[in-house]
């Protein structure tokens, strides 16, 4: 049983260039989200999905866009990085109403 | 618009002592979450607490909700190096789901010998 599984760990970006942040989770949770977290700033909410087709914005959504075709995959997009983008992502699931989130294991991205 | 609170921020403290970490919220709220982050880590659940009144407890650390004060505590007791880490309170509005939670910005918490 793998989790939350986050892909890259580490990623380093120029400005302007683009990427997608991967986030897959084998529990059949209905519920994922993705969070920024900054130091000082705790955890921020940028984009959540209460299941496939579904996605909303949360907190911080400028600059991410988010898709999710299927149960398991909650892709993170950045279309044209920017150094405030600069972060560590983590990818979270519930299965639904008052769970407990489960967290991936962090993206740390640097955008230079 | 919910916002969390937490303090301290930071706190330093020697082990064998008490102490109590504060969460307060702004808007009424049927879930609050504690969490665990050790430094380059992902975060661990600690507690959930749903209702008025509740109260959690897990080894040396013990959470409660006044969701009447729009509060929650999470105390330790005879702290360890071991806990030392940042903690987080997040909250949940009230009728939504546990996936649009608002974080605090965390305690970061130093035990010492």
């Known amino acids: 049983n793998a989790g939350v599984t986050q892909t890259p760990k580490f990623q380093v970006l120029k400005t302007g260039q683009s990427m997608t942040l991967q986030c897959a989770q084998d529990?059949?949770?209905?519920?994922m989200s993705w969070y920024r977290q900054d130091p000082g700033m705790g955890l921020r909410l940028i984009h959540y999905s209460v299941g496939a087709g579904i996605t909303d914005q949360g907190e911080v959504p400028n600059g991410y866009n988010v898709s999710r075709s299927t149960t398991e995959d909650f892709p993170l997009r950045l279309l044209s990085a920017a150094p405030s983008q600069t972060s560590v992502y983590f990818c979270a699931s519930t299965i639904s109403g008052a769970n407990v989130l489960t967290f991936g294991a962090g993206s740390r991205l640097t955008v230079l | 618009e919910l916002k969390v609170e937490q303090n301290p921020l930071f706190l330093s403290m020697q082990e064998g002592k008490n102490y109590t970490i504060y969460c307060n919220y702004s808007t009424t709220s049927d879930r609050l979450y504690w969490y665990r982050q050790d430094p380059g880590k992902s975060l661990e659940s600690l507690f959930v607490?749903?209702?008025?009144?509740a109260v959690k407890q897990e080894g040396r650390l013990m959470a409660s909700l006044d969701t009447k004060a729009r509060l929650s505590t999470l105390h330790i007791t005879a702290a360890v190096h071991d806990l030392s880490a940042t903690y987080f309170c997040?909250?949940?509005?009230?009728?939504?789901?546990?996936?649009?939670?608002?974080f605090g910005k965390g305690t970061h918490l130093i035990i010492q010998p």
């Open positions: 529990m059949n949770h209905e519920y």
């Open positions: 997040a909250v949940g509005e009230a009728g939504g789901g546990a996936d649009g939670l608002t």
């Open positions: 607490l749903l209702s008025n009144g």
